[in-house]
């Protein structure tokens, strides 16, 4: 009776295990079936909700299911997109990641549930915002290049603002500082990219880097002009500013805006979910949208973004052993 009992226990046992492998394929078929949360890490408003909600309008009507935005800002980002990070690979949580969170904070907080690129799965880039330099109407820096002389005559005595310490126009600013030798200092406000551009309105700072969102209106109303933009390209939204790119330094740090999933997603699923996004970015509409709010698009899946991440952190990396000599 025992020798019975337990040949039954492993025949269940191979047909229980046998059902586990059937299911899978047919749930990676029926994907999805029910609403996607879609976690973005940041607060309402800013430069990552518009984006974010508009990839998701339309990225319903491609997969045919309510997508769910959930902001959950906190710790520099890393609150939101740990919650990515851990949830479950079933293709019904992805969210949004920025260079600055996938690829700095690893950097600066231990413990994080990602450490690198080969924490999460790597879906698709939505595109660039490149941060600008501003600097009011009536400065003496008419260019660019003005500005360069002065901070290579007076070390440290320029001073601009910027949102946040170590936020995407900070490390901008510091990349720039350790490519060209120069020591520009950066001033950071915790009031966001506003209360940065209205001390550069007051003279409380030379100028201020942030994006372009922040200070068109002001340009727009004659208080303020751009001189530069840290991008390889000229920014379209401010064609006469100087790309950091056509410096002999080359510096170009821009915050990018991806979207990340959980590892271990089954393949048939990621190949829906590339798919849909491939869509979304190559439309008309999302690529309206992106001019209309001064995105930039670069679109890059899969390895392709993975690499460009992996990029980042060297520079980030590079970044953070600069600053650590210069103290």
Known sequence: MGLAFNRRNVLLA????????????TQAQEWP????????????????????????????????????VENKPGASATIGTGAVVRAAPDGYTIGLGSNSSLAYQPLEMKGLAWKDTDGYQSIVKLADLPSIL???????????????????????????????LRTTPDLAMQHFNKQSGLRVTTVPFTGGGGEALLAALGGRVDGSVGF?????????????????TFSNDKYFLFPDAKPTGETPWKSAVRTAYYVIAPKGIPQPILDKLFAASKKVLEG????????????????????????????YERQFKEVNDFLESAK
């Not at 969102?213 to 109303?221: E, I, L, N, P």
């Open 134 to 164: 501003g600097v009011p109407a009536d400065s003496r820096f008419k260019t660019f290049d003005d500005f360069i002389a002065e901070a290579r005559k007076n070390p440290g005595k320029l001073k601009v603002s910027v949102s946040g």
């Open 284 to 311: 008309e509409d999302f690529k309206a949208f992106a001019v209309a709010n001064g995105y930039t698009m670069d679109p890059k899946f899969g390895d392709d973004m993975k690499k460009e991440l992996m990029d």
């Open 14 to 25: 191979v047909a229980g295990i046998a059902a586990l492998g059937a299911a899978g394929p």
């Open 33 to 68: 079936n029910r609403d996607i949360t879609f976690i973005v890490p940041y607060a309402p408003g800013g430069s990552t909700d518009p984006i974010s909600r508009k990839f998701c309008e339309i990225l319903e009507k491609e997969l045919k299911v309510k997508l769910i």
């Open 212 to 228: 372009g969102a922040t200070m068109k209106g002001q340009v727009d109303a004659g208080k303020l002009r751009v001189i530069a």
